[in-house]
């Protein structure tokens, strides 16, 4: 039985509490630790029968009984949590992104490999059972070589402008796990982005220095192309497709609902909604990266996705960010 | 080149005149004859090119140039045109049903194999693609034995009273066609039937001696079950739906509609309605069962629903009148 | 938090103990009983942390700290722990069927009364998020009046022959979820049964006197319609699907599959098969009704599925026995 | 009745042809022009009745008889038959692509506003009651203000290289129909292209100059984002669909197929493939486009395709060749 510290008690910090609790098996959470401990947060973390609460993430790092840390903290103390937890020698899962300046990655990097200790990046979408039945088709080369990746993805309101300032900018905020998803898809690199943006839906967003819609496209090294289209607000929920288009064929899904109920009436036909946001769409996935990452540490094996998986996609969004500045296809060997 | 007159200049001759002209090969319309012919009606026979008119459709039966006429007169006629029909030795293509009156169907099915003329009855949903698509999968094997051969039918909106009063009731009027196809798709004979009704929609329906909604099981010779929904009034249009179910698998058809747009906004997930009814859903199966019966004709083949099929779903459709009335299962042979 | 017992270690107390220890709120697994314990049982009872194990279940209803008991043992002892522990003044969870004698079940109801404690059964398949979609639009006036009420409810395999004898009967063993699910979707009662039955599967459950294959159809007190088809195995799987239609549309389920994933290759469009069974199916609303059973006890509100809930669909089951042996429609009111 | 000429008798001139001859109203064939008329062109003009053959489109074009010519001959005959038929005062109704050529197109242009005719372009999948469909949503403003334009173009099987060597290249021989399918829904023109492109089906396309896959992305001049992506060789068929998000939705559709039908067994939940090229696909959008145009003729209003709707699409294929060569985004001033 692995113990677990988690950093953070915020939203994704609560998520994971749960769903190792619930529904990861050879794991418990031993301790957890927020800077802003309060009584609502106290309070579902008694529910959930944790016994530790701290609100120094250092006695987490201290605990000889703990083995590995969540980082959920805000995303600015991600890599330096990430170095101190690997010289403390915890297994780290570390939300995404890492960070959003290189260098910072960089030493993260280093230190992992330093202290080789399993480092994990939460780009849970890879676990979510639509997005690995399509890479499950194209391993088994359903599709046969894959030519065209197409992620649609586009979130159901728009942030606020406080948020969106701080962001780092849709490319690294939102757009990075659509990046993951092309690597993820089309097993390549990618070697160039061109990315075309606009403010369509809140003009705050422009004047905050950012956009709200978007279209990525994407070379990758293996010859393939990949295509990204973005919304800040789709006025009808979570919209999260995927689809790979080979030579044998394509393989594409549709987003989840509440229930497959279709009412019928003088109006129309009328199916449900997709589910509204990330916390309803991807619960299973949440549980299932911590399943991966706790059967990595016990069987000592790879962790799916590993510390080059969390820079990855940083250095595409911002090479998508200098070709929206630039207006021109940019390198990632531009980048970095 | 085939020349036909038709008898009946009302909605359906208009249907069989506009396809035959423009989709039928091998065969034109020579003669239409309507004893209610109007300015209207002229109007559209002259714009489809058709050269000869009479109100006397004794005209077309001693019209030697003619090789077969469709009669699309009025159901009380249908038997007795029929009749002088095949004595004119003209090939007949006849309108559902035959007779509601089983002595003179007998009669028909008499004269027509004393004139050794091709004779087949328009039950036009054999020839829809879709209905055609589950016949093609039930005849390749592709699900096996039948087990359930299950039909939803509902009209979009029930007929008048005036219509229901001499409609020969639900039964005749409207689930003859579901008879069919499920005589059509099991491949099967009716043993047995048992009918459950109700007036749901509209209580003049029930105080005209009629039903409007029904459950009706249908126990076939081969063993394999049928059942039959219908309703006069489904508010979301015109709903044909089937399917059979057996020892390897299922095939099903859904409704067609005008386009497959889906529009997604915050109210939900909206496709398109069915098409409206039978002249928009069955206008393609409407120029399919011309073509095929022309086709007989030309090389004289079998018709594809020839006089029997004519006779049985009015057996059946009398025995679930029966069922209906006497509350409990009633045989085939128990009506003929 | 309510001290919660389970009666039987077998496939569905361990879908409970599960789901209770994991996705219930207010309550916990205290004990859990088993003739047949064994280690394989107790590793999974002691994996979920569950700390008193017997084998036999009166050391529960003797135990003062337990609230309430899952009954989740063999069918025919049922009844009778069902008055053990009424008597014991336990709050009881029952699987379905209570029994299959209607004695028995009715002196459950009258101990239930008498012990004035709080009993449920076990229709899990109306905390089911698809079949409780169909119930909310039929409830928020959505598609009007009810008039047909449509069950389909295939097994992906027919159950071996040992237990087909002791099944009580496939409409006892099968159907009586779909009798319980009209009886919910349409909010009335069932007047008479017609019951079509055949043996299309395997012959030997023919042999053992039972029928694999049926078509039901209900009239229903409210004077809608009811039909339910069933086969013991669906080539493709899990079949449960359901459609309410009125006097204003239509509102109807499709299956539930593993992803929303869809393969488009030469060989045609090939979407996932439903879920495989009802551990699979079903796995949401074993919580969901534990859930429910649990908050009308800490808040002392009526259970959503009480004892007559559990009656009832035996006297429909019962009557469809008694239609299908003598050939003609039964009314509930023969039976009780 | 418009009497109609028409130049070329291949295929889409046959299409035209029959379409004319059985569903459009209003206007008949007079006269048939090709240079290559054999015995085959001969019988199938003879079987629709059409009396005039001649080898020389001259002879339509002196016929005083001839209202208006549709011009099927081969694409580098149209923009100068366009201009003698412009001078000999036909209204035109021309095949796509008017030409390759800017100044030759421009010549068109200016000789069809001297004659003062009706000049109609024939980008027929405006008429597909599809993409007519997702017009119609845009338009009536259920989406709102539209955002982002996607259209997914992939044809069933890649042209041999004979024709891809005179194609004019995939962006002016192909993806020309999704240019204007985007100027189409969006109502708007387009500022600025981005392509990338690949050779993926087969190499020897690549050998002649030319590629196979592309994604292009498109500024358009009302703010909004276009995104096409494009394969000549789709292995389950014609793959057509298309997008338009907007301020309050989408509005997407789907691929046509020969029937609903679909099959369940153990290998999985099967539906038709795609119909299968654009002959069987988009037959009805051929016979409505010219209905169109004789409407207009008839009733002097404008044409819904017009000779700039031919121009333009021409300019963002040269615009999209130009960025694929030089890797960087065109604006379309930079060609016109």
Chains 1, 2, 3, 4 share one sequence.
């Not at 192309?225 to 064929?249: C, K, T």
């Amino acid at each position: 039985m692995l113990k677990l510290g988690i950093i953070g008690a915020g939203r994704i910090g609560q998520v994971h509490a749960t769903s190792i609790t619930n529904n990861v098996k050879n794991a418990s959470v031993h301790m957890i630790a927020d800077p802003f401990m309060n009584e609502d947060k106290i309070k579902w973390i008694n529910e959930l029968g944790i016994e530790n609460i701290t609100t120094d993430y250092k006695e987490i790092l201290e605990n000889k009984d703990i083995d590995a840390v969540l980082i959920c903290s805000s995303t600015d103390t991600h890599s330096s949590i990430s170095i101190e937890a690997a010289r403390a020698n915890k297994h780290i899962f570390c939300e995404k992104p890492i960070d959003h300046d290189l260098a910072k990655i960089q030493m993260v990097l280093e230190e992992v490999e330093k202290a080789g200790i399993k480092y994990q990046v939460g780009f849970n979408r890879r676990f979510d059972n639509n997005f690995k039945a399509i890479k499950d088709a194209v391993t088994e080369g359903k599709i046969g070589t894959p030519h065209i990746i197409k992620v649609t993805s586009r979130d159901p309101e728009a942030p606020g402008i406080d948020y969106v300032k701080v962001s780092g900018g849709m490319f690294l905020d939102m757009t990075i796990h659509d990046f993951d998803m092309v690597r993820y898809l089309s097993e390549s690199e990618v070697e160039e982005v061109y990315a075309l943006g606009g403010v369509l839906v809140n003009p705050e967003i422009g004047e905050a220095g950012d956009i709200d819609t978007a279209i990525i496209t994407l070379k990758l090294k293996n010859g393939a192309l990949g295509v990204i289209d973005n919304s800040r607000e789709a006025a009808y929920g979570y919209d999260q497709r995927a689809e790979v288009f080979g030579s044998l064929g394509s393989v594409a899904i549709s987003n989840d609902s509440g229930s497959k109920a279709v009412i019928s009436t003088k109006d129309g036909i009328v199916s449900e909604k997709p589910l509204y946001f990330f916390l309803e769409r991807y619960m299973q996935s949440f549980g299932e990266e911590v399943n991966q990452f706790v059967e990595a540490i016990v069987n000592d094996k790879n962790v799916p996705v590993n510390a080059n998986d969390g820079l990855q996609p940083v250095l595409i969004g911002l090479a998508a960010k200098k070709s929206l500045e630039e207006k021109r296809p940019v390198k990632i060997s531009e980048i970095f």
